[in-house]
């Protein structure tokens, strides 16, 4: 599942799957990569969970519940004249509300009435959703927004990257500070 975490489509459903693969682990190790883990959903909000709705993995009468709930936070924000506020919605999961989350129809249970804001953040058209899922791979808006999402780069993926690439760098490559940062400037 490594090669996939850049992917934003697939990125929100692995790390559900993966928390509850971790909760079958029944000693302190699993524990503590629980708690490590349960950091690093920042991401995950009422947005950006919008993105597993193109998942393949997900299934239609998700999909669906996903469509709904999406239209109706639309329709609830129609009349809504107040400047839209960034959202600000972060998944919090203590560790010992994990096993409770976990049985929440997921990733249903994180949309909100703002969800619906990603369509219109990057300019994605949304009338598939009104559609039945089965028929959405042949719809071309359909296509369109699953290319436009998963173009897009998941930022904390890629700087996690870069600072284990740093860390092995720091280590292995050279001792001299001058000539670590000689090589950074000639690389970046």
């Given at each position: 599942?490594?090669?996939?975490?850049?992917?934003?489509?697939?990125?929100?459903?692995?790390?559900?799957?993966?928390?509850?693969?971790?909760?079958?682990?029944?000693?302190?190790?699993?524990?503590?990569?629980?708690?490590?883990?349960?950091n690093h959903?920042?991401?995950?909000?009422?947005?950006?969970?919008?993105?597993?709705?193109?998942?393949?993995?997900?299934?239609?009468?998700?999909?669906?519940r996903m469509?709904?709930?999406?239209?109706?936070?639309?329709?609830?924000?129609?009349?809504?004249?107040?400047?839209?506020?960034?959202?600000?919605?972060?998944?919090?999961?203590?560790?010992?509300?994990?096993?409770?989350?976990?049985?929440?129809?997921?990733?249903?249970?994180?949309?909100?009435?703002?969800?619906?804001?990603?369509?219109?953040?990057?300019?994605?058209?949304?009338?598939?959703?009104?559609?039945?899922?089965?028929?959405?791979?042949?719809?071309?808006?359909?296509?369109?927004?699953?290319?436009?999402?998963?173009?897009?780069?998941?930022?904390?993926?890629?700087?996690?990257?870069?600072?284990?690439?740093?860390?092995?760098?720091?280590?292995?490559?050279?001792?001299?500070?001058?000539?670590?940062?000689?090589?950074?400037?000639?690389?970046?």
């Amino acid at each position: 599942e490594w090669i996939t975490a850049p992917n934003p489509i697939t990125a929100p459903m692995n790390d559900l799957l993966y928390l509850k693969k971790l909760m079958n682990y029944h000693d302190k190790l699993g524990e503590v990569a629980i708690k490590k883990f349960l950091n690093h959903l920042w991401y995950l909000n009422e947005e950006c969970v919008v993105f597993s709705i193109f998942d393949d993995r997900v299934d239609n009468e998700t999909k669906q519940r996903m469509a709904n709930t999406i239209l109706n936070g639309k329709e609830q924000n129609k009349n809504d004249v107040e400047e839209y506020e960034e959202s600000k919605k972060k998944l919090n999961i203590k560790f010992d509300d994990l096993s409770h989350f976990l049985k929440k129809d997921l990733p249903c249970d994180l949309l909100t009435n703002k969800s619906w804001k990603i369509f219109e953040r990057f300019k994605i058209g949304y009338d598939f959703l009104r559609t039945d899922p089965k028929i959405w791979k042949d719809l071309e808006e359909y296509k369109e927004a699953k290319q436009i999402i998963s173009s897009l780069k998941i930022v904390n993926d890629a700087a996690e990257r870069g600072v284990k690439l740093m860390e092995e760098f720091n280590t292995k490559f050279t001792k001299n500070e001058d000539q670590k940062q000689f090589t950074l400037q000639v690389n970046i």
